[in-house]
């Protein structure tokens, strides 16, 4: 489900809370001060000005950081996760380092890390005594690459041989800069554009059967009584736990995303104002852009759009937003488009300390500009506008969006059907290969007018909506709020009487809906962001063995991974319930030009006498 188009360069731009996340962690002890410098990083610095990102109007996760101490060695980031959620503890981010034996957890608040801390600190662990303890918060990249560049690395070492943001050593780098920026940008965003199109989808279908080899690995440790079985399926399917069906293309492969966020920034040209992808990342040291006007995946309107606003700020006396200095205002544009000519922006800005008059001017100049001036001819039909200044929430969904001018939301028509699209609501990005995905899922999902389908994470309802004429009921889940809304909507406006939709997270909702359906005919379709599904999910729908037939849509299959193994495993104390297991694949280009691609695993709940059976015949 989640919007992985081209590169976490293209799609996410930095906010307060991500622009120090990937830097080292500084802790208190020596031992985390030592793995701090292998991990490509500096001893904390006594400048304050190193950590001046941490300011009460933004947030970050940082400030809520603690140390776990005395894991048992040879874990790994998956096993601590899992521990953590047995226990109750819902960790924002979680770095390890190698083969030390501890952490550094942090938390979207000040309750959920005390709450960590009081679960966590004295607890054993495969023969340890865990330790918990604040931690201090990381050193701000750029101001660490600055140091670096000006020698003022502690001690008074050089910069380490591998800079950050240089896989491959600095030659490639100098090598990279040399090339014309339209290049470079490719290489970042779309990084398999110059790869024909025949072997984009071998690799990504290759990276399918391995993902289906490691599973049989796993299934085979972790439920012995289907060994048979995966015996004989390794022995069918090269390796693999089941049948892997060829890879769907794309039906476009260029100019195929509806939406779009764009970072503004400095151009990597020079030019200030510049709407555009960032060209390395943050913890690099690099903030500068360039725009999307020679980009493959990007849609010729959505680059109108681009244009358009650019030539907007430019005639602003506002400056773009600095996540090296906090100073500054301009610092998003997402673009979303539709196929029936439909286009969407909104624009992030910091207000910093501007009077609210002054904001309001803006917002009217804005509003004029694309209504009346030279703006008007962009193709814009909702343009919106977002003051990102005070975050509390590492989440943008929860920042209200102003409407500025046109019309509250945009529509799409996918599979015959009409879906309404907020601002924040999750819609596919890439329209047509959705089309492919979604018709996929109901032919594997085996249904009939006797069955009840449980969508989960299911956005402005697409999935379930595609599928509600077919079935006796549809029920969603969703956390989105906005999407909820869409969705119902959507049933509305299509004339579809039998769905339900439900908002909250799928951890809280899923267990009580399922457990309280008595018909024998379930089938659960879960489309989830890319770290999948919570435990809690997974362990309901083990629980509930009146769902006989799952499928799974997974926009990052190694991140599942977990997901397919719970759904797979032996029955225990902590998983009740008869096991799953993967009945067959399919892979779906839904990002060309990139090496993301969506996998569909279908999963059936096992009878173990009817295997019994079919193990004796073989």
């Known amino acids: ?127 340890q005594v865990l330790s918990v303890r604040h931690a201090k918060p990381k050193v701000d990249p750029i101001l660490r690459k600055r140091k670096q560049e000006e020698g003022e690395v502690a001690g008074g070492q050089p910069p380490p041989k591998r800079a950050e943001g240089d896989e491959g050593g600095q030659g490639g780098a100098e090598e990279e800069e040399e090339l014309p920026l339209s290049v470079q940008i490719a290489n970042v965003v779309t990084p398999l554009w110059n790869v024909p199109y025949e072997e984009q989808l071998r690799r990504k279908e290759q990276e399918v059967v391995g993902v ?94 681009v ?15 600095s996540p090296e200095t906090y100073e500054g205002h301009w610092k ?15 624009a992030f800005f910091n207000p910093q300390k501007l009077p609210e008059e002054e904001v309001n001017t803006l917002k009217s100049s804005m509003k004029t500009y694309f209504t009346e001036g030279e703006g008007k001819d962009s193709g814009v039909t909702s343009l919106y506008f977002v003051r990102e200044g005070q975050r509390t929430s590492p989440n943008l969904e929860d920042l209200p969006c102003e409407l500025v001018a046109g019309e509250s939301r945009i529509h799409e028509e996918l599979l015959g059907l009409k879906f309404r699209i907020s601002p924040h609501s999750f819609f596919q990005v890439n329209t047509g290969a959705a089309e492919v995905l979604y018709s996929a899922v109901g032919e594997w999902a085996q249904l009939d007018q006797d069955s009840t389908v449980l969508d989960v994470c299911c956005g402005t309802g697409t999935i379930g909506l595609s599928l509600a004429k077919r079935v006796k009921k549809v029920i969603g889940i969703e956390l989105c709020h906005e999407a909820v809304e869409d969705a119902k909507v ?39 962001p890319r770290a999948g599904l919570h435990s809690k999910v997974i362990l309901a729908i083990r629980r509930a063995e009146h769902l006989k037939r799952l499928v799974y849509v997974a926009c990052n299959a190694k991140a599942a991974m977990n997901n397919f193994i719970d759904l797979c495993r032996a029955p225990s104390n902590r998983v009740h319930g008869a096991p799953f297991r993967p009945v067959r694949a399919m892979a779906v280009d839904l990002f060309p030009q990139t090496m993301h691609v969506e996998m569909l695993l279908l999963l059936e709940r096992v009878d173990y006498n009817s295997q019994q059976q079919e193990a004796s015949k073989q």
Not at 252 to 258: A, D, F, G, I
Not at 336 to 346: D, E, N
Request: glycine share 8%; proline share 5%.
């Open 1 to 127: 489900m989640a919007d992985v188009g081209g590169s976490p360069v293209a799609d996410a731009p930095p906010s307060s809370e991500e622009n120090p996340a990937d830097l080292p962690q500084v802790s208190g002890n020596d031992d985390a001060k030592a793995d701090d410098k292998a991990d490509g990083g500096t001893e904390a610095s006594s400048d304050a000005g190193m950590y001046r990102y941490i300011k009460e109007d933004l947030f970050t996760s940082e400030i809520y950081k603690v140390e776990i101490r005395n894991l048992p060695k040879f874990i790994g980031f998956n096993d601590l996760k899992k521990f953590l959620a047995k226990h109750g503890v819902d960790p924002h981010k979680i770095k390890l380092f190698g083969k030390q034996t501890f952490a550094f957890v942090t938390f979207k608040n000040e309750e959920e890390r005390d709450k960590a801390m009081k679960m966590v600190h004295g607890m054993q662990w495969k023969g």
């Open 212 to 305: 289906l080899q490691r599973l049989a690995k796993e299934i085979g440790s972790t439920n012995k009584a289907m060994l048979p079985w995966l015996f004989a399926q390794k022995g069918k399917y090269n390796r693999m736990c089941c049948s892997l069906t060829p890879i769907r293309p794309s039906p476009t492969q260029t100019e195929y995303r509806n939406k779009c966020e764009f970072l503004i920034s400095t151009g990597a040209d020079g030019e200030d104002k510049t709407v555009g992808f960032r060209l390395g990342k943050y913890k690099g040291g690099s903030c500068a852009v360039v725009g999307p006007a020679e980009t493959r995946h990007v849609s010729a309107e959505a680059k109108k759009v």
């Open 307 to 321: 244009s358009a606003f650019q030539k907007f700020i430019r005639t602003t006396s506002y400056s773009v937003y």
């Open 332 to 346: 998003q544009l997402t673009v979303r488009t539709t196929r029936s000519g439909q286009a969407m922006a909104v």
């Open 490 to 528: 959507n049933a509305e406006v299509n004339g579809l009487t039998n769905v339900e939709f439900h908002c909250g997270k799928a951890e809280d909702v899923f267990p009580n809906i399922v457990n309280a359906l008595v018909s024998a005919n379930v089938t659960a379709i879960v489309d989830p």
